[in-house]
């Protein structure tokens, strides 16, 4: 975004601190672990997670190291943590460049970032000066060669001048009508860089949301006004014409279809174009499992018949996948879980997956394991493309404390999106069950119909910081065996909310209720009644600890439940997290909660971020315990708790 001053220049500096402390939950027996600098290389399934500098730096050609020290005396903590993040001279002075002009390369590049960091904190006026052995960057050679002992001193001096605010806001061209209040541009508001180009990037959407695809920023004029430390802004837009759809063309295909790929978008030709829509098309491409990669983009131009061509690339993924997952509680034991995944069968992404699971691993004994496997087959676009039909069939062999159970289940049903926060489902499901719980031996044939409907506008679906997720779940069933018909009915909800600007501290909370009508407990299969306690549930207290317990003390389940659950997520690190949390739940025989034996548990957790979904490891004690609950409870696995 350049910056036109009256007055004087806008100079240059850098900075970056690097704390390094990595916590490792193992797949399968998750461990925890903390990085030194002097611990050797490790690597989990090709992903390298710490490892020595001197591996790092051992093909680097003609090394020179040297050391940075950042004088920045009119920055605040804030600013002066935001510069030291900008700067890769800082960030990797553990590590040396190759040789003077590495150095040389590596100290301008440094002025650049933090140029861009000062306009990104609206400060318009700040002046860095690098030296380089006491000499001025600007008044090196370009081939200067910095000899004598190493490390080479590197002074980064950083005066960061006053805070601008935005002065005169003016909207040109087809923009002219629009009030730049709407878009963040406001005398005396934030003058920042991301805080004009996002008005920018609204400005151009609001157009395009009129169905004028060619919309664009055509000028821009940014003036520094020093004597009043304000940014005058004007800004030049070109709408263009409305105008529909048009041939929707597909790159990169190879075993993916290519004719289905298209008519997965949906974008059907001569209808009025909205970027919605295209965002909508990349998502659900993105949703098939089968790329790596989406970008749909409007061409540049209006084709013969006043339509925009729209050209979708795309790149594949491997069709096979094989996912290995393993957590650990010390309440539950150890759970081993696999799949095994084609993702495109026949070649309009069909996917057939193949499940197993092992679970109890240390707390049941070798007989009393728990087993289930299954095969699920999806078939995406079948009544439109944001449809999807499902068939799957699994077998269950399990001996939780409430029951033992061996059951055999087939279903098939249908799923749609809404949009792109609403899906719901239906489904047929045969379950054939025999089980031995504190109400003897039962054989069961349940027939149901489970209804389900999603509603989900969180931000990053495996770390939420902002948004929410409800969920209504309702399961008319019939045991055609025993002639009894009820219907199980759930909620569920969770929230989340940033407390600042970075992200560094979210609130997340659930809440869960559900109830089962209809029938009595006793005619209502054991697993399919409701309990409470364990890592998913209440922390603290053992896998269904919580709610009715027969006269041996083992659980029998209820007929209504409610949970809830407050974490405060707090980033130590860009990877490292803390998170206290605290869990309440009751389970009754009644058909609605009772909440005078609420159980509370609470404790404290450790995350470490990855691609793949936070690795956490929490603690937890239960706060009001009966006699037989445990004292604590130590969970681990990959994801968010909620």
Known sequence: ????????????????????????????????????????????????????????????????????????????????????????????????????????????????????????????????????????????PPDAEFSGPQPIPVVISIAAGPKFTLGNIRLK?????????????????????????????????????????????????????????????????AAGPVAGYGDTTVEGTEKVDRDFTEYMTGLKRGRQYSPDEIDDARDRLLGLEVFNSVTVKEADALDAEGNIPIGVEVSERKPHHLDLV?????????????????????????????????????????SQLNYSAGVMFEKPGVVGPASKFFAGANTVLEHPDAYDRFSVKGNTGLSYDLDRQQTVSAEVALDYSKITDSFGKHTFLIASIPLRYVYDNRDNRLNPTTGFRALAYAEPSYDILNGAAFVKLRGEGSAY???????????????????????????????????????????????????????????????????????????????IGVVPFVD???????????????????????????????????????????????????????GQAF
């Open 173 to 237: 061209g087809d923009a002219a009508g629009l009030a730049s209040a709407d878009f963040g541009l406001i005398a005396g508001g934030d003058a920042s860089s991301g805080a004009v180009l996002k008005a920018e990037a609204a400005i151009v959407r609001a157009l395009k949301q009129e169905g004028r695809p060619l919309a664009k920023v055509t000028g821009r004029e940014i003036v520094a006004e020093h004597a009043g430390s304000t940014l005058d802004v004007t800004l030049t837009v």
């Open 1 to 140: 975004m350049p910056v036109h001053g009256r007055q004087t220049a806008v100079g240059c500096a850098s900075g970056g601190v690097l704390l390094q402390i990595v916590l490792l939950a193992v797949v399968c027996s998750t461990a925890l672990a903390a990085q030194s600098r002097s611990a050797a290389a490790f690597e989990l399934f090709g992903l390298k997670l710490w490892e020595l500098s001197s591996d790092e730096d051992a093909d680097i050609v003609d090394p020179l190291r040297y050391t940075v020290t950042i004088d920045a005396p009119d920055a605040d903590e804030d600013l002066a943590e935001k510069l030291e993040n900008a700067s890769a001279l800082k960030a990797d002075e553990e590590h040396p460049v190759s040789g003077s002009l590495g150095l040389l390369a590596k100290a301008r590049s440094d002025r650049e970032q933090l140029v861009a960091a000062f306009y990104a904190d609206a400060l318009y006026e700040g002046v860095v000066t690098i030296t380089i052995q006491g000499k001025p960057l600007d008044d090196l």
């Open 497 to 575: 909310q940033s407390l600042d600007a970075a992200s560094k501290f979210v609130l997340a909370e659930r809440v869960a209720i559900g109830s089962i009508i209809g029938a009595g407990l006793q005619d209502v299969p054991a697993d399919r009644r409701f309990y409470s306690g364990g890592g998913g549930s209440v922390r603290g207290y053992a896998y269904q600890g919580i709610g009715p317990k027969d006269a041996d003390g083992e659980p029998i389940g209820g007929l209504s439940f409610f949970e809830t659950s407050f974490e405060m997520r707090i980033a130590i690190t860009d990877t």
């Open 326 to 366: 393993g957590s650990l509680s010390s309440t539950d034991g150890l759970d081993l879980k696999g799949n095994w995944e084609h993702r495109n069968l026949f070649g309009p992404a069909e996917k057939l997956r193949i499940d197993g699971k092992i679970s109890g691993i240390g707390s049941n004994d070798l």
């Open 584 to 638: 309440a739940g009751t389970v009754s025989t009644d058909q609605f909660p009772d909440f005078s034996g609420m159980k509370v548990g609470a404790g404290v957790g450790l995350r470490y971020i990855t691609p793949f979904g936070p690795l956490r490891i929490d603690a937890a004690v239960p706060l009001n315990p009966d006699p037989d609950d445990p004292d604590f409870g130590i969970y681990a696995g990959i």
